[in-house]
């Protein structure tokens, strides 16, 4: 099977190729909010998770802004990462996760 692993919009262009191409290790986002934290207390919190679609696995993630926007680095690859998906943060702690905002995935 083949995978739409990019789009060039200014040229009209998706590039497509197998599954392993598809892989991610970061992504950027714009738009982040944050509902139940102080957005600072994200970028340096070791117990932060993302999950990137509504059944996908909950992954180990760290941010650091960039360029006005906010890099996400994550701690294994992940299928799936698409220009205009919610990236949604949870915070794991002691037997609870805790939903704490979101952004757009640029």
Do not use: W
Not at 50 to 67: H, P, Q
Not at 74 to 96: H, T
């Amino acid at each position: 099977a083949l995978y739409v692993i990019e789009k060039r919009p200014k040229t009209n262009e998706l590039v497509i190729g197998f599954r392993a191409k598809t892989l991610k290790n970061y992504f950027e986002i714009s738009d982040f909010h944050s509902i139940s934290i102080e957005k600072n207390e994200l970028l340096n919190n070791q117990n932060l998770n993302v999950r990137i679609r509504n059944t996908g696995e909950l992954v180990k993630c760290s941010m650091e802004k960039k360029d006005g926007t906010i890099k996400i680095n994550l701690e294994k690859s992940i299928n799936g990462v698409a220009s205009g998906q919610s990236a949604v943060f949870y915070l794991k702690e002691n037997d609870q996760i805790i939903c704490t905002g979101g952004g757009i995935i640029l």
